[in-house]
């Protein structure tokens, strides 16, 4: 193993500690940008491995606490209907609501007032559509 190799936020690392002699597997968080050898010198630990996964997944709420408090309580006399929900952007940002129609043949839209750029909703991309269930909503 090349002890010069920096660690990376994510790399998993098995390692031992000499004197207990147990087996630790640790992922990468505060020690990234160190070489493996420096991370034997300021933890004591015995590096024995490391994995450096392809892809990490992170998983991000799309919206805050506030956010889906407040467009549960709007949709919630039509929750049933709503087809998408959507941020949108002209000068300022809002959010559009999609509905089908009673009889599902057709789409309603409904509208919340304007907001500044930047201000709210920041996890929405503009323009996508999202179902209920990808805002945690349903």
Known sequence: ???DMK???GDILTYMFPMKGSTIINTVNGWNGL???EFENKSSYKVLKVE???TIYEFKEILDEKEKEYLSAVIRPFKNRVKSICKQDIDNEYIC??????YGHTTEAVCLPYFKKGTMYKG???GKKYT???LGLE
């Open 52 to 54: 450096r996964p392809q």
């Open 7 to 9: 660690l990376q936020k």
């Open 97 to 102: 609501i999609k509905l089908s129609d009673i």
């Open 1 to 3: 193993m090349n002890k």
């Open 35 to 37: 070489s493996i050898q």
């Open 132 to 134: 209920l269930k990808e």
């Open 124 to 126: 929405m991309e503009l």
